[in-house]
């Protein structure tokens, strides 16, 4: 039974007396004894019935005159009128706020159907009244009536993003992928040995397709080779492409000029205290800087292109202030390494790509 909180105590004074009234009248006529024992369930059911009917009124929004009004009439009819007769005048009281308790309804619970009102005739009244009346609801999908409708098990429910809602134990429409398609003929059986199938399948029928690849490889390697060598420059450009001298010929002390590409190529046989001079000089000194040891591969044999790096003149070799290459065009002098010192050089004399074949010989290029 529904009972008023203390804060709707406040609120609604005048319901209070009503209430406790009502239940006092109700426990006695129990108690008592008073109505025939045919009619009790009645009584009981009705009771009950006004109990939500009085409490779907009291919480929702009518207002209060109302209410007051309603609680009033349901304790005269409680105490007046025979329980199978009342159902007339609860009618009356239900189409009176009939909105408002819709309302309050929607708002706990979402409606589901609509009620739809019907014309019944009552056993004791002559006349027609209106009932209003709610069609049945459809079953709700819970965790009992949903294993109700499985084959076997219990239901599995997976959550996740690209996991579904639910998982079926029962997979009677899925289609198995068939590859006969790509099968040979002899073997669209995939239950027979590959044995029974005679030569169709047999290994050797590999052998041919992956001898053919192999001839052709090596066919298209040679034609390959013969056009790029066809394309390509001849034998007497590619040998000047490098140059190969021998050191026995370059005493120590001196410098030999060589050609490689139309170009000087100054090859000089340092002594051990010219290597020990440019090993020690300041590289922050320098204007391009760079050590010995990075222009040359072994400290006794320098290799550098004979032409200035300022206006492509032709310097000197042991001349100049620094024991080097002097040029006498602009005056620029470069040290024993090939290194700029003064004049108006901006960079060293470059150092080519070469190769010690062996200790006597060296390839250029």
């Not at 929004?61 to 007339?88: A, D, Q």
Request: charged share 25%.
């Amino acid at each position: 039974m529904y009972l008023p909180r203390k804060d709707e105590q406040r609120q609604f004074p005048k319901l209070i007396g009503h209430t406790k009234t009502w239940n006092t009248f109700n426990t006695s006529n129990l108690r008592d004894g008073k109505r025939k024992a045919e009619t009790v369930s009645d009584d009981l059911f009705l009771r009950q019935f006004i109990y939500g009917t009085w409490h779907s009124l009291f919480v929702s929004e009518l207002i209060i005159k109302r209410r007051h009004n309603m609680i009033i009439l349901s304790g005269l009819v409680t105490r007046t009128i025979h329980p199978r007769r009342m159902y007339f005048l609860i009618d009356m009281a239900m189409q009176l706020c009939n909105r408002r308790v819709t309302q309050v309804t929607t708002n706990l619970v979402r409606q589901i159907a609509k009620p739809i009102p019907m014309k019944v005739e009552d056993d004791h009244h002559d006349d027609e009244h209106t009932h209003i009346s709610v069609p049945k609801t459809t079953t709700p999908k819970t965790y009992f009536s949903m294993n109700k409708h499985l084959l076997r098990g219990n239901a599995s429910i997976t959550t996740g993003l690209s996991t579904p809602l639910s998982i079926r134990h029962a997979h009677t429409d899925i289609q198995v992928p068939n590859f006969d398609y790509y099968r040979r003929k002899a073997r669209l059986d995939a239950s027979k040995s590959y044995r029974d199938a005679g030569d169709a399948t047999s290994p050797y029928s590999y052998l041919t397709p992956i001898g053919m690849a192999i001839t052709s490889a090596y066919m298209t390697k040679y034609i390959i080779r013969d056009i790029v060598a066809y394309v390509g420059p001849a034998r007497d450009v590619m040998s000047l492409a490098k140059v190969e001298i021998s050191l026995d010929a370059v005493p120590e002390g001196k410098n030999a000029v060589f050609e490689w590409r139309n170009k000087p190529i100054f090859v000089r046989h340092r002594t051990p205290e010219e290597i020990a001079r440019e090993e020690g000089v300041n590289v922050s000194q320098l204007r391009d800087p760079q050590n010995d040891a990075d222009r040359v591969k072994k400290s006794e044999w320098l290799i550098v292109i004979g032409i200035c790096t300022h206006l492509g003149c032709i310097p000197i070799a042991n001349a100049g202030d620094f024991g080097g290459y002097y040029c006498p065009c602009h005056g620029s002098h470069y040290d024993a390494s090939g290194r700029v010192r003064k004049g108006p050089a901006p960079l060293n004399l470059e150092v080519p790509q070469y190769v010690f074949k062996d200790d006597s010989t060296v390839v250029i290029g």
